[in-house]
């Protein structure tokens, strides 16, 4: 548990093929089922202070309670994802929080300190903030807010994980829109 956060939620690992990573979470580590967008909707994005337009493609899935998520980049957008990979890197890259009081996490957390450096959002009430975090691969500090269909979605993510059979280990995100 970390005093300033709460529970790590998520584990988010960048990937070059996010094919062959479901495939492999979900046959060799049996993890699953995977939702997989091949391009996630994000509204707002911004990169240090910088508006752009990212295409990534995102797969979920659960184990236990801590959500696991795939990242591939498709274009050369600037964010925290390519900043990994072309520091040669693939794997762990950050680990989430998730709130419902995002605004005031964030204010707390700015005034302890935290400095922002990628930004977007995921449907209505789905925030998300990445702090300059990373002295260590894999411990970028992501804060997501889960108060809306981004939230009820991952609640989905994680009952459908639960007794899981390994069949239909690939599935299509919903829209969040119905959510």
Same mark, same amino acid.
């Given at each position: 548990?970390?005093?300033?956060?709460?529970?790590? @939620?998520?584990?988010?690992?960048?990937?070059?093929?996010?094919?062959?990573?479901?495939?492999?979470?979900?046959? /060799?580590?049996?993890?699953?089922?995977?939702?997989?967008?091949?391009?996630?909707?994000?509204?707002?994005?911004?990169?240090?202070? =910088?508006?752009?337009?990212?295409?990534? *493609?995102?797969?979920?899935?659960? *184990?236990?309670?801590?959500? &696991?998520?795939?990242? =591939?980049?498709?274009?050369? &957008?600037?964010?925290?994802?390519?900043?990994?990979? =072309?520091?040669?890197?693939?794997?762990?890259?950050?680990?989430?929080?998730? /709130?419902?009081?995002?605004?005031?996490? #964030?204010?707390? #957390? #700015?005034?302890?300190?935290?400095?922002?450096?990628?930004?977007?959002?995921?449907?209505?009430?789905?925030?998300?903030?990445?702090?300059?975090?990373?002295?260590?691969?894999? /411990?970028?500090?992501?804060? *997501?807010?889960?108060?809306?269909?981004?939230?009820?979605?991952?609640?989905?993510?994680?009952? /459908? *994980?639960?007794?899981?059979?390994?069949?239909?280990?690939? @599935?299509?995100?919903?829209?969040?829109?119905?959510?």
């Amino acid at each position: 548990m970390s005093t300033f956060f709460g529970e790590i @939620r998520q584990l988010g690992y960048v990937v070059d093929d996010i094919e062959a990573a479901m495939a492999y979470w979900s046959n /060799t580590l049996g993890v699953g089922p995977w939702y997989y967008n091949p391009k996630v909707p994000i509204r707002n994005y911004e990169y240090d202070g =910088q508006a752009y337009e990212p295409h990534n *493609s995102v797969a979920l899935a659960n *184990s236990g309670f801590v959500q &696991v998520e795939l990242i =591939q980049t498709r274009n050369d &957008v600037p964010s925290m994802y390519r900043d990994f990979l =072309q520091a040669g890197r693939t794997g762990l890259q950050h680990v989430a929080y998730w /709130t419902e009081q995002y605004d005031a996490d #964030l204010e707390r #957390l #700015l005034k302890q300190g935290f400095k922002p450096r990628m930004s977007g959002e995921v449907g209505e009430q789905g925030r998300f903030i990445y702090f300059d975090t990373e002295y260590h691969p894999g /411990t970028v500090i992501e804060l *997501s807010e889960v108060a809306g269909p981004k939230g009820r979605l991952f609640d989905l993510i994680r009952s /459908t *994980s639960e007794g899981w059979n390994g069949q239909q280990a690939i @599935r299509p995100f919903p829209d969040l829109d119905t959510l």
